[in-house]
């Protein structure tokens, strides 16, 4: 079973900063690229930044500059780190873990994680 727990949440007034973390069990996150998404009321998910099991990463354009993913595989654990936050930040942030075996590609979620941000 494979789980995932985000944490690093909560209130922060524009132009501040979270710094989110999430911790996967099992042995399966050196081998996964890991993603944050989000999605705010009313609105899809979308990915916010991906981070592959080599080290490559892929973020949106609305965060590009402000928010940057990391990984520790010696801690599964993947993080984001967001800067200078904007009103439209405010969403629901999720992890993702995504593994392919050779033939099938395998996605594991969080529970997902609040962030408002505040004028």
């Known amino acids: 079973q494979v789980q995932l727990v985000e944490s690093g949440g909560g209130l922060v007034q524009a132009g501040g900063s979270l710094r989110l973390s999430c911790a996967a069990s099992?042995?399966?996150?050196?081998?996964?690229?890991m993603g944050w998404y989000r999605q705010a009321p009313g609105k899809q998910r979308e990915l916010v930044a991906s981070?592959?099991?080599?080290?490559?990463?892929n973020d949106s354009d609305s965060v590009k500059g402000r928010f940057t993913i990391s990984r520790d595989n010696a801690k599964n654990t993947v993080y984001l780190q967001m800067n200078s936050l904007k009103l439209e930040d405010t969403a629901v942030y999720y992890c993702?873990?995504?593994?392919?075996?050779?033939?099938?590609?395998?996605?594991?979620w969080g529970q997902g994680t609040q962030v408002t941000v505040f004028s």
């Open positions: 993702n873990a995504a593994q392919y075996d050779g033939s099938t590609w395998y996605s594991h």
């Open positions: 981070i592959t099991s080599s080290g490559n990463i």
């Open positions: 099992g042995s399966i996150f050196s081998s996964s690229n």
